[in-house]
Structures are given as C-alpha cells and as structure tokens.
C-alpha cells in the first residue's frame, strides 16, 4: 500500500524526518522560492499531510494549491502563523506541540532576565577585547525584584516557579483571573508594567495581543519570549535609546529574521534568534509529535494534540 503524500516545511530533527520517511512519502520544501514553486507544481495535488513549525508554516496562497490536504502538524506552540481558521473552513486539522517545550521556554526566559539585568552580553565582550571591567557599569540585582509576567499560561507558570527561587514577587495580567495561584493580578498590561521591575512577556501572537506592551519604568528591563508582534517595536527603541527603561531581552522580534539596526547597537539590549525552545531534547520531543499526530490522523485514531 502506498504512503500519504506529505509535505515538510521547515526544518526537522533528522531522526524526525526518518520516522515520517518510514510512515509517508516525504517531499521536503526547499527554501528557494522558485524551487518551492517548482515542486508544489509537481507534487501539490497530492499531498495530504504538511509537517511544519509555527514561523515556517506555508501560507494560504500555497495551502491553495494542495486540494487534498487533510492536516498540518507544526512543530511550536504558536497558532498565529497556522491560518487556523481557513484550516477550519476547509476541514483541515491543525496540530501544534505544547507543554513538551515549556520547561526550555522559561530557562530561556531567566536566562535573558539575567543576562539583560547583569550586562552578560556586553561583559564577554569587554573581556575579549581585554577592556575587564573598562566602561561597565554597576548591574541591577535580580533577587528580590518585582516580576510581571504577561501571560500566566503553561511557560508564564513555569517561569513564576522559577522566580520564586530568586525571591521575587510576582505579578501577573491575562484575560482572566487564576484562581489556582496567590500572584497579584493586574487588570491591564500598563498597570502591570507599571509596577513591575521586570516585565516578561509570553503572550501569544495575532490581532488582539499587536503592540499590546508600549510602557515600562525607566528602571524597567522588557524580556520578551512570546512574539515580537506583542510589543511596539519602535516605541521599544526609542525607549531604549532614550534611556527611559534600563533594558531588554528579546528572542523574538516584530518581523523575524531582520533585526533593526538600532537593536544590533544597543548595549542594554540582548537579542537571540527566537531559539527559546532549541534544545536537542524539546526539538526531538517537538519532531515526535508531529509524527505522531500525523500517524494518528492517518491510521484513523484521535489527534494527540489539536488545536482549538
Ligand atoms: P498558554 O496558552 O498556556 O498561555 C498563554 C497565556 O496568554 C494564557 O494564560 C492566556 O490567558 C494569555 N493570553 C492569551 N491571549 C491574551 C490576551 N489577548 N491578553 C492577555 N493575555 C492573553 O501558552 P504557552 O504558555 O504554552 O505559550 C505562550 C506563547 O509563548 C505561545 O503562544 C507562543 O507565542 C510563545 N512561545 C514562544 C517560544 C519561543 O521560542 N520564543 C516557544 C513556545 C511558545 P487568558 O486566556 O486568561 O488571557
């Protein structure tokens, strides 16, 4: 009998792609626009399956030339680039990989608090270039500082338990109250910031979290480990080149991979390339249920994790 047809759009562990290569006839989307074209010409009408991750996932221009498409499996937590709701009105299943990454989400996220707060950055760069301590100033202590987190969900919760370690009070905003936990809640994002020392972000994307984050104390270090869309971006520049907050941690950006020029000069500013969930481990148990949810749809059994 033969394999589905499926389409891989982005990349994968490579003992991912031997497990779909063991369960479906693979047909992996290469990166150059025209060779993209080229092979969705060649092999649209047939595929029924599309493994993806949430920054690479194939926009509707190109799900419309894959009439058979039954499912897309992305490799992230994010929906905001997954067209979730074309998918619903065409029938396809959308699948996404959340908890298995939440514990390296929020490591990342104490990394860039620390990192932003103690000049990690700009340190190990004095260092090199034999300057020690020339030109450093005095950090920000970390322990015992306010932390907001906007965003209480699966990584906001982890990384609250890891800042309980530090010693830090914790404050929180989102749509709705958790009765589950003793942090204070804050009705809106600015009174939140307002009142924090640092203010991590780990909204998702889309229209109602756009420029969602827009003030922060002039003490105040900005971490960001949910999307660049939530923030205001240049507002966040001029803030920073300004001095009017101390500084900001960011892993993700408002239009990834291009990074601001003002950004790239920045001292109080540390920047990663949206890898908060780049661990060997996570990007394995990520790929695996991919496959899984894709061997699922496929043999007729329950998805393991759907969206919505
Ligand atoms: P969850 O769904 O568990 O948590 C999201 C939280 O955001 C919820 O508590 C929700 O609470 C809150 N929220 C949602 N919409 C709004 C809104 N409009 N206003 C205020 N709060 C809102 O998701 P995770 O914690 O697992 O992941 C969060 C996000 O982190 C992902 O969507 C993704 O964008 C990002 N992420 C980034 C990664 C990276 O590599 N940097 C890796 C993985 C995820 P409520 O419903 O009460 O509003």
Known sequence: MSHPDILV????????????????????????????????D????????????????PQIEMLERLPRLEIMASSGIGTDALNVDYAGKRGIHVTNTPDVLTDDVADAAIMLMLATSRQLVLADRNVRAGCWLKGLSLARRVSGKRLGILGLGRIGQAIAKRAAAFDMPIGYHQRHINPD??????????????????????????SETD???????????????????????PALIE???????????????????????????LDNVVLAPHYASATVETRLAMGQLVVDNLRAHFDGRTLLTPVG
């Open 9 to 40: 759009a982005g990349r994968m562990p490579p003992n991912v792609l031997d497990q779909l290569e063991a369960s479906f006839t693979v047909h992996c989307l290469p990166e150059a626009a025209d060779e993209a074209q080229m092979m969705i």
């Open 239 to 265: 803030a920073l080149t300004e001095g009017r907050i101390r500084g900001a941690g960011l892993d993700v950006l408002a239009d990834e991979p291009n990074v601001p020029d003002a950004l790239r000069t």
């Open 211 to 233: 420029r969602m984050v827009d003030a922060l104390g002039p003490e105040g270090i900005l971490v960001n480990i949910g999307r660049g869309t939530t923030v205001d971006e």
């Open 42 to 57: 060649a092999v649209g009408e047939r595929i029924r399956g599309v493994a993806t991750n949430a920054v690479q996932a």
């Open 181 to 206: 936990v003793s942090y204070t809640y804050y009705h809106s994002p600015t009174a939140l910031a307002a009142d924090s020392d640092f203010l991590v972000v780990v909204v998702p994307g889309g």
